[in-house]
């Protein structure tokens, strides 16, 4: 079992920044990754960005390519994601996620089975 939680959503103006933590514990060995998903009022949950556990290599959703930075803290067990030029439309719960069983790529929901319980960003404009 791995225990993710989520801290640092609130609100924030648009063009702001807020940085997201996300602390592992438990049965972390095994890890391939962790990512970032969000889900907005109505919509699916989606994927935001994820890392590469072993090599740190980044993967970024288009939409915040060149705003939105995700990185780890090996000591601590710690993904960030620093988020930059924030958009009324990055208004969602954030959820971070880890990835220690079958694999189907960075972005496919389905690499990632264990899952925080989200916080929310609200983004005003």
């Known amino acids: 079992q791995v225990q993710l939680v989520e801290s640092g959503g609130g609100l924030v103006q648009a063009g702001g920044s807020l940085r997201l933590s996300c602390a592992a514990s438990?049965?972390?060995?095994?890890?391939?990754?962790m990512g970032w998903f969000r889900q907005a009022p109505g919509k699916e949950r989606a994927f935001v960005a994820a890392?590469?556990?072993?090599?740190?290599?980044?993967y970024y959703a288009d939409s915040v390519k060149g705003r939105f930075t995700i990185s780890r803290d090996n000591a601590k067990n710690t993904v960030y994601l620093q988020m930059n030029s924030l958009k009324a439309e990055d208004t969602a719960v954030y959820s971070c996620?880890?990835?220690?069983?079958?694999?189907?790529?960075?972005?496919?929901?389905?690499?990632?089975?264990?899952w925080g319980q989200g916080t929310q960003v609200t983004v005003s404009s």
């Open positions: 996620a880890a990835a220690t069983g079958l694999w189907f790529g960075f972005p496919n929901i389905k690499s990632y089975n264990y």
């Open positions: 438990g049965r972390t060995v095994g890890t391939s990754a």
């Open positions: 890392i590469n556990w072993i090599t740190s290599n980044q």
